[in-house]
């Protein structure tokens, strides 16, 4: 612990004093490109990609220097506040050209179910019955935001991104979709159906 | 657009299985760094790092930036330079 505090302290002070700030920034710099492309080469992150996070991520870190408190390395803090900053940079690029609106049906989330063959008729009635209460549940219990943002969840976009085009922030929207999920999960429990029930019937 | 089966199984998923969750993202974010370290060094995990795991279980998006955030950490070996 006296040894990681130790560095711990070595770090922020390196980077904290104008002579030893250049090659500290340099030497975080190289750990923090080693951990980028590694976690993001396969995900759509370039080379380029990785450095202009890099230095994005070092600019963040002197402005929030003072915002470590030490309860990791600091360079795992460091590499959290890199991955956080590449991460919404591919989830923007990815869905720059979709708009929320063509992640919604419409008026009401509209599911469109097609019965497998393959199951059982005991299980495709199951399907039906959860089926039909949850479309029920989801126009009489979710809000129109609630309905738009677990949609557009559903369609694979991401909560940050949603909030972005909402202009609301991320905090928020995660908050407005966990209360629609406890509010449907609620309203199946009350009309009998158990968590596991429902899980069994779609699995 | 209408949500198809592959979409409504996940839905099921995403309603059946939340539970109460009393963090919000950036809350989760600040604590990543110490859960990281405590599963990646297998050192038991403190209730503040239990809090932050029921967020990664209720939050997919926070949940896949902590997997690529493993990813990295591995990649820069958790015992490397502190």
Known sequence: MTGEVASVDRWVIRLRGEATRDDALSELRVVLMRGLSHALNGKGGGESFCEDVAQETLIRILEKLDQFAGRSKFTTWAMSIAIRIGTSHLRRKMFKDISLNAADSGENMRLQWAVEDSISVEQQRDQRAVLDKLKSLIATSLTDRQRQATEAIMHGMPVEEIATRSDSNRNAVYKLIHDARVRLKSGLESAGFTAEEVLTAFA | ?82
């Open chain 2, 1 to 82: 657009m209408a949500l198809k089966n592959e979409q409504i199984t996940t839905l099921m998923g995403f309603v059946a299985s939340v539970t109460a969750d009393g963090l919000t993202c950036d809350g989760c974010l600040e604590h990543v760094p110490e859960l990281a370290e405590s599963q990646l060094g297998d050192i038991p995990i403190t209730q503040v790092l239990e809090k932050v795991k029921t967020h990664l279980d209720n939050c997919p998006c926070c949940a896949k930036e902590y997997e690529t955030f493993l990813v990295a950490l591995n990649a820069i070996g958790t015992s490397g330079s502190a």
